[in-house]
């Protein structure tokens, strides 16, 4: 799951009513005792996901011959929310496919994916994290099952900590401390991007909120505190933007030696292993403020509404997302498995990520609600325009960002 790629491909176009004229109504079940052929539909992100799927896959297909059931994998390279907009108002959207956490609340608020809880087992429903879980969930309904999901960590040059004689900082009194030992002549302690995705657990740490059922609340007085924190590291010279630095995002900023400390998920490992494979590096939880938070970004299998063989495209989605299936999610490393049954063995293979896994118990899910692509956007810009100083302080950028939101 490579997140900082898909983050930019989920939130590019937000929802709107008019996509999904001609959703109607579930169409009849079809019955017929032959051969049962679903589609399920995943995006291109890496080789290695779509190597892991086709495991996946392989998998369901001979446990499900004698039934004659076979799932058919189709693959999106390219905007995959603006290929199934396009393929849901023409009503050819495959029976099961990905669905973003942030664009969950969309895709259920305009009825174009199935409920799937007749056909769940609710003792088995409880295996998942239920935060992960949650963001696809409505008025008491499941309307996917999470494959995977990745946190944030704090990313950290082990060297470089060396050298400048210091620890990993666990709160945020440590995290400014330690960044003005890292920070020195032109290598600076931290890259800080202009992204929600970033700078959102800083709100949570501080105690606000992004939203709360749909009503905006990133201008309270919390919300602000953390935002202005998170942009107080640049502004006391500490950290810099990627853009500042030279390079295109967080990650080159750790790969190329221009800072000692990202804030990124999982998606490092592959990265670093190809484009920095000298580079020794640690993971740890983020810094505390008043309290701990984190993102989580997952992804789900869902189910269409159209589809004609509802019961079989459920069984699909829980094999894909079952015990197995999560077992090979864990041993390819590439991202962490959804199932709390599976974390040890995630962590048993690979302990140096084990940061990861547990912030996960405090998190939030990466979804914004209805508005997620609007405000996501607008909050990027706030944080850009503190930044460079075209607001003077964090509440007239936030306040700014909510007034451009409604």
């Known amino acids: ?29 079809g019955v017929t005792g032959g051969p049962v052929t679903l589609t399920v539909q995943i995006w291109g992100s890496s080789p290695s996901e ?43 959207e495959p029976d099961l496919f990905y669905l973003d ?16 809880d007749e056909y769940l087992d609710k003792s088995d429903l409880k295996d998942f994290y239920p935060n992960v879980l949650k963001g696809f969930q409505k008025d008491g309904k499941t309307y996917g099952l999470p494959k995977d999901f990745n946190s944030l960590g704090l990313f950290y040059n082990k060297k470089m900590f060396a050298d400048a004689g210091v620890k990993v900082p666990k709160t945020w009194a440590e995290l400014e401390e330690v960044s003005k030992k890292l920070t020195k002549g032109n ?46 590291m640049i502004k006391k010279g500490y950290a810099a933007s990627p853009k500042d630095l030279g390079v295109e995002g967080n990650s080159d900023a750790l ?32 810094p505390k403020g008043e309290k701990q938070s984190n993102l989580l970004f997952t992804v789900a299998y869902s189910m269409s509404k159209n589809t004609k063989h509802p019961k079989e495209a459920a069984e699909a989605i829980k094999f894909l997302t079952g015990k197995k299936s999560q077992e090979m999610v864990a041993n390819s490393g590439l991202a962490i498995p959804s199932r709390k049954s599976m974390g040890n063995l995630y962590t048993d293979k690979f302990p140096e990520r084990k940061a990861l896994v547990d912030g996960t118990t405090y998190a939030n ?42």
């Open 101 to 116: 956490v942030s664009l969950a609340a969309n895709y259920i608020d305009k009825g174009v994916i199935a409920p799937l």
């Open 365 to 406: 899910v990466f979804s914004y609600g209805l508005k997620h692509s609007k405000i996501d956007l607008e909050l990027g810009k706030a944080g850009e325009r503190y930044r460079l100083g075209k607001n003077s302080d964090g509440k007239s950028a936030l306040e700014e960002a909510m007034n451009s939101v409604q």
């Open 187 to 232: 290598v600076k302690a931290l890259s800080l991007s202009d992204e929600s995705a970033r700078f959102a657990p800083f709100i949570y740490q501080a105690g606000g909120k992004i939203v709360d059922k749909e009503k905006m609340m990133f201008n309270s007085p919390e919300a602000i505190k953390g935002f202005e924190f998170y942009y107080s």
């Open 50 to 92: 779509t190597k892991l799927v086709d495991e996946q896959i392989a998998a369901f297909n001979v446990a499900n011959k004698s039934k004659k059931v076979t799932l058919k994998k189709e693959v999106v390279t390219g905007d995959y929310n603006q290929t199934m907009q396009t393929k849901i108002a023409a009503k050819t």
């Open 255 to 286: 790969a190329t030696g221009k800072v000692a400390m990202v804030i990124e998920g999982g998606w490092m490992i592959p990265f670093m292993k190809e484009k920095a494979p000298s580079v020794e590096y640690g993971i740890a939880e983020l």
């Open 1 to 29: 799951m490579k997140r900082n790629r898909i983050i930019a491909l989920v939130c590019s176009v937000a929802l709107t009513a008019t996509i999904f004229v001609g959703c109607g109504n579930k169409t009849e079940t």
